[in-house]
T-cell receptor, first 110, second 119 residues
């Protein structure tokens, strides 16, 4: 099922530092996970994905870690930049329906 | 990459009127489209799954008579908010899945969203 957040937690980091954003997902049967970035008034933008047969995947400046035992995802952003400021959501593919986690607002301080 | 176009980007309407939002996959055929609703500072909530040529599947708690979904072709799905009320004011976002082997590893592409304000 879906997870809905009532409040968006905020993560504040200094420009150049690494950021770690966490997400708990709902269904142990979900086999595909995606991280999205959403800027105000826009649709979600794909960042990186991972399948359940992997526990780590790296992209450009981003790394996703998957811990199926505790149903936990994390997104690591290296050398965070002001342009990374946005809200970040994880999404799980549950039988070809995509449900979103509660989201984290990332605030990058120059 | 695959492009999903959503129109209009914002709409203001009077209470009691109906509003139609269009979602088009521009460069791929989407057998499945999804409609989400997002309230301020909250997550995206899946409203319904729309398959071309068949009735939409609604999530629990979403009124099918209130939110009419039509997926008449492989490139177009519409969401009609009927008899809109102020509590229906929200950001509505559509997404579409490209066919497997369609040249992309991504499974979901999003429109830019529609901000609905009901007065």
């Amino acid at each position: 099922g879906e997870s809905v957040g009532l409040h968006l937690p905020t993560l504040s980091v200094q420009e150049g530092d690494n950021s770690i954003i966490n997400c708990a997902y709902s269904n142990s049967a979900s086999d595909y996970f995606i991280w999205y970035k959403q800027e105000s008034g826009k649709g979600p933008q794909f960042i990186i994905d991972i399948r359940s047969n992997m526990d780590k995947r790296q992209g450009q400046r981003v790394t996703v870690l998957l811990n199926k035992t505790v149903k936990h995802l994390s997104l690591q952003i290296a050398a965070t930049q002001p342009g990374d400021s946005a809200v970040y959501f994880c999404a799980e593919d549950n039988f070809n329906k995509f449900y979103f986690g509660s989201g984290t607002k990332l605030n990058v301080k120059p | 990459g695959a492009v999903v176009s959503q129109h209009p980007s914002w709409v203001i309407c009077k209470s009691g009127t109906s509003v139609k939002i269009e979602c088009r996959s521009l460069d791929f055929q989407a057998t499945t489209m999804f409609w989400y609703r997002q309230f301020p500072k909250q997550s995206l909530m899946l409203m319904a799954t729309s398959n071309e040529g068949s009735k939409a599947t609604y999530e629990q708690g979403v009124e099918k008579d209130k939110f009419l979904i039509n997926h008449a072709s492989l490139t177009l799905s519409t969401l009609t908010v009927t008899s809109a009320h102020p509590e229906d004011s929200s950001f509505y976002i559509c997404s579409a899945t490209p066919p497997v082997g369609g040249g992309t590893n991504e499974k979901l592409f999003f429109g830019s969203g529609t901000q609905l304000s009901v007065l």
